[in-house]
């Protein structure tokens, strides 16, 4: 390594430095802050942000990639430098006052939505949400793009995915998925849920949750689990990956899926190579693979048959007296019961993917001024009563559930979908590899961690999404593995 | 406020943003934190502890301080200046190269510290001790002095205070506490501590240290209670203060007293007021009285006959069933047992400033040069048994036990024993403005925790030490209080 190369990666791990203190502090705001410490925390947010913006945006970091940027035989080098060129484009290209614009509306809306929703009145959002459109538009304009205005928004999450890529593979996909569904609700035997229901004190919750993320190999060492309301994954730094969860003490698929799924969140971002560790190389490389890691493991893994043969005995050691008579086939199909509902965030793998159809759909439109934001409403309870068969009865069930566009994120919502889709390409690729049931169905989950670190989470920003995609699976995006994957699954769990 | 002002308040926001991110990590690292996030976050401290050092000695600050100082209307600018300049001074005063070599053998030393412990063998550290010894008296010359060199040292900790006062009031306090230990070692009756070491779940500790928490005015939302093996409490800010505590299940003093110590340390920070907020000030003034907040509440209230006369009741409900036959005398008198011993951290509060004594005189004649590194053992020892009536069989139960000096630190020790020094005297001026024994006993602490707040904790460090010791009883510092309380109170529970 160069002297130029060296001073780059300590430049870098200065700029880390910031955002790991602020990880923390949001890690910290969402699990243990006292609420009036709130206040003077956003002010230092805002310093340590601003850092962090100076940094990316600096002439020093532009003398950087103009020393470096084709110019190093270090592969890790050059892919930081690329990270940082990208970031440095995208920040310079808006002008700064108008971007602080959008970020001051965007807060506004936010709170706004918040309101809106308890008053079940889109008609106060509208303003807001027509503004954000026209900021976002504008910033697309800005980044640039080659066919669709849309790429521009979807690069920044799934960087390769374009409007053309989804409008191949969503339409089938949305297409099998609501005939599933269809059939699925003419069938005549159905999972009974409510046999689930009984009470499950949060510690009996916690300390199953807690045995199988030690399972999956989730390094307590480096990570710890906390409770939070609304669940997520932090990466401190690589070796302080963070997850929490819900406890619903009459509902425990809450707390043991969720922290299933964030626990594959956390075993991707614990197991990113320690040579990328304080560079901008040194986290998933998108919100879709992201998400096929956690989908992988809750549904392809938690929500199987070979899981539970497993597991049940120590799910009924663990669990109240009141679950000791559910006969493993209905326990197995209660938790996969399927069933359209109006909430996203509610949704079971099988219809949740059409959630995000619509969504992809309106965004599309939206950001191609195809469609009008007073229309919104409309548009959603029909596709909603076109792709699931339900109709929302009020807007906040329908178009205010979801607080994104209000956050002025576009682009966003497709990832969720990939993320279903990379994880069957991925599920599938494994499958050849491994007999992954009979691992499963002895609880030893090391190989299939192992084969996932080795091909998925050792890259970090590495390899682009669809380049992780091919390598690891030969095949480029597709919506067959998932297709073939849910049909069977529920073909047999609906016998239909 | 005037264009200047503002600005310099606009820099102090931002300086103080780092420190508070600081102060989370530091939080983070002591409670929660998995361990093998630990490597990478020292370096985020070492980024953002550089980047606060530099506000401190910019030139930007120099300009700040050249222009308000003496030239503002606005008392708290002007404390505020005054503030800045003594630690730029302290900061430009010593030449970085040696400064950072200190900070590089410091942390040497401090893990040599504890392989010498581990291995009871002072040599190993005498080296490094001398060395350290040798930059205090460089750093102390730097700094400056007027009749003492260790009176540079000192005002670290406790600005205002001289060796000259020290000498004046520490030798009287010294004989006389070595007096009363004398007379106690000598009584017929002594409490019985076994009746207190009953098995008491860290749970029912946990809920009694709560209640006490939340009856002495500590407020939840502003602050939290974790539990680590070294209590502390920490200001995160104003408005997020909080307290650590460590349980011993078979000895609960450990966790309620502790608890309290602490809670007195925290609602210091959280009634600061909030004009302080975000500059220099927002902080206890010193060390010391730092020290009398914790000790006032620990030893002046919750050790009292008249607090276990409210409290005992309580305790009884929550402690399990071995400590429902204790008698009320029996029990206060337990909890209040005098007896030499050779650890400080474990001392009585009788006793304790014996310890400090021993610390304070072997330093100060380090510092001027009186004695040798190499001597310190021997000379530990003797004033063990001078002071205390007993010696060390070992170094790591003497000189070996505490890790200040090892860590560089000296001129600090004396705070501890000014602590209790200036509770007594605040406790002297609160009782002849209140019965604060009834308001004790009906456990009622709001009119005391105003006192407090109104007369000490408000002012942050709008005034120094003395001023406000002064401010509040009227008096110079002086031992006659102290010595007074605790004979009073151990000659009626020695019945001497």
């Not at 243990?32 to 410490?37: D, I, N, Q, R, V």
């Not at 027509?130 to 697309?140: D, Q, S």
């Not at 809750?298 to 070979?306: G, H």
């Not at 899981?307 to 663990?318: A, G, S, T, V």
Request: glycine content about 4%.
């Amino acid at each position: 390594m160069n002297q130029k190369e060296s001073e780059f990666l300590t430049f870098l791990k200065e700029q880390k430095a910031y955002e790991e203190a602020l990880s923390l502090i949001q890690w910290d705001l969402r699990t243990k802050a006292p609420k009036k410490g709130f206040e003077q925390r956003s002010e230092v947010i805002g310093v340590l942000s601003q850092k962090l913006h100076n940094f990316s945006t600096s002439d020093k970091m532009k003398q950087f990639i103009d020393a470096l940027k084709g110019n190093t035989e270090n592969e890790m080098i050059q892919k930081a430098v690329e990270e940082c060129e990208e970031e440095y484009e995208r920040n310079r290209k808006i002008p700064v006052q108008e971007y602080k614009q959008f970020v001051t509306l965007r807060s506004k809306s936010e709170t706004i939505w918040q309101e809106a929703r308890e008053k079940n009145d889109f008609k106060l959002l509208q303003p807001y949400l027509e503004k954000l459109v026209e900021y976002n538009i504008k910033f697309a304009e800005y980044w640039g793009y080659e066919k669709n205005i849309y790429d521009a928004l979807l690069h920044n999450y799934e960087p390769g995915i374009t409007t053309e890529i989804l409008d191949e593979v969503f339409p089938s996909l949305r297409d099998s998925l609501a005939e599933l569904v269809d059939q699925i609700n003419n069938a005549s035997v159905k999972p009974d849920p409510s046999i689930l229901q009984h009470h499950f004190s949060k510690e009996k919750q916690e300390s199953f949750s807690l045995e199988i993320l030690k399972r999956m190999g989730y390094d307590f060492d480096a990570g710890r689990l906390d409770q939070t309301i609304h669940p997520f994954a932090i990466s401190i730094n690589t070796n302080d990956v963070r997850v929490t969860t819900r406890y619903d003490e009459n509902d425990f698929r809450m707390a043991v899926f969720g922290t299933i799924h964030e626990g594959g969140h956390a075993l991707y971002e614990q197991n990113i190579s320690q040579d990328l560790a304080q560079t901008p190389l040194a986290s998933g490389t998108s919100m879709g693979i992201h998400e096929s890691q956690s989908l992988f493991w809750e549904n392809f893994i938690a929500r199987s048959e070979a899981f539970w043969e497993n597991h049940f005995d120590l799910f009924k050691q663990i669990a109240p007296t009141p679950f000791e008579p559910i006969p493993f086939d209905e326990f197995y199909r209660a938790i996969n019961e399927v069933k359209p509902s109006l909430i996203r965030i509610e949704a079971d793998e099988l219809t949740y993917s059409l959630h995000i159809m619509i969504r992809y759909e309106l965004e599309k439109a939206l950001i191609n001024r195809e469609i009008a934001v007073k229309d919104l409403p409309d548009l959603w309870n029909q596709k909603m009563n076109d792709y699931l068969g339900i109709t929302p009865p009020t807007d906040k069930e329908g178009v205010l559930q979801d607080i994104h566009w209000s956050a002025g994120d576009f682009g966003y919502f497709p990832s969720y979908a990939l993320g279903y889709m990379y994880a069957a390409q991925f599920n599938h690729s494994l499958k050849k590899q491994m007999n992954i049931d009979d691992r499963i169905r002895s609880g030893n989950f090391k190989e299939i961690k192992q084969w996932l670190n080795q091909n998925i989470h050792q890259f970090g920003k590495m390899k682009k999404p669809l380049q992780l995609l091919n390598d690891v699976t030969g095949e480029s995006l597709n919506s067959k593995y998932l297709v073939d994957y849910l049909t069977k699954k529920y073909t047999a769990i609906y016998k239909l």
